[in-house]
T-cell receptor
Framework: DGGITQSPKYLFRKEGQNVTLSCEQN?????MYWYRQDPGQGLRLIYY???????QKGDIAEGYSVSREKKESFPLTVTSAQKNPTAFYLC????????????FGSGTRLTVV | RKEVEQDPGPFNVPEGATVAFNCTYS??????FFWYRQDCRKEPKLLMS???SGNEDGRFTAQLNRASQYISLLIRDSKLSDSATYLC????????????FGGGTRLMVKP
């Protein structure tokens, strides 16, 4: 079955540590996205990529980095520069037609300890 | 001004009630519209697309008013399992049809 997989489901980070969240899709989608969601809040766009080897900053890119070396993969690194990283992180992908919505992964819940 | 605005609620309704949510969007060039459902601590999932002529899927009816730039979702005969947050979503044609999400409306259906 086609889908989008995020791992790990739960992640704990120490202060000052970089961590990488994985996102893999087998839907053959060109566009992929990373969102952050805080409790009781909406989705905020961190980074997005419309095509391999290209990506753009979203609304809250500071303290995060991404790469898009393969069509299937769009990992997100939460760096030590992100001062408040505890949140629910969602990865999504989208097909080429305007009428299609996003397919989301099941999310990674990151907690700073 | 937010690009997609929703009343955050919560809407507390009894089982069997009919409830309606509205959403307004700012970009008149937006072409595609969706309602997503998000359960607590889960990812959003597509509930239904919204078509210009309005569309229905079982107990759910979605309507689009382009002139006034609002979208609505009507839920009839509410079930306990309908309790969730409902996200209004709009495409941004100038940004590769990226989706813009409203903040969500929380629905709680009570026995």
């Amino acid at each position: 079955d086609g889908g989008i997989t995020q791992s790990p489901k739960y992640l704990f980070r120490k202060e000052g540590q970089n961590v990488t969240l994985s996102c893999e899709q087998n839907l053959n989608h060109d566009a992929m996205y990373w969102y952050r969601q805080d409790p009781g809040q909406g989705l905020r766009l961190i980074y997005y990529s419309q095509i391999v080897n290209d990506f753009q900053k979203g609304d809250i890119a500071e303290g995060y980095s991404v790469s898009r070396e393969k069509k299937e993969s769009f990992p997100l690194t939460v760096t030590s520069a992100q001062k408040n990283p505890t949140a629910f992180y969602l990865c999504a992908s989208k097909g080429p037609l305007a009428g299609y919505g996003y397919t989301f992964g099941s999310g990674t819940r990151l907690t700073v300890v | 001004r937010k690009e997609v605005e929703q009343d955050p609620g919560p809407f507390n309704v009894p089982e069997g009630a009919t409830v309606a949510f509205n959403c307004t969007y700012s970009n008149s060039a937006s072409q595609s519209f969706f309602w997503y459902r998000q359960d607590c601590r889960k990812e959003p999932k597509l509930l239904m697309s919204v078509y210009s002529s309005g569309n229905e899927d079982g107990r759910f009816t979605a309507q689009l008013n382009r002139a006034s730039q609002y979208i609505s979702l009507l839920i009839r005969d509410s079930k306990l399992s309908d309790s969730a947050t409902y996200l209004c979503v709009v495409t941004e044609p100038g940004a590769g049809n990226m989706l813009t999400f409203g903040g969500g409306t929380r629905l709680m259906v009570k026995p």
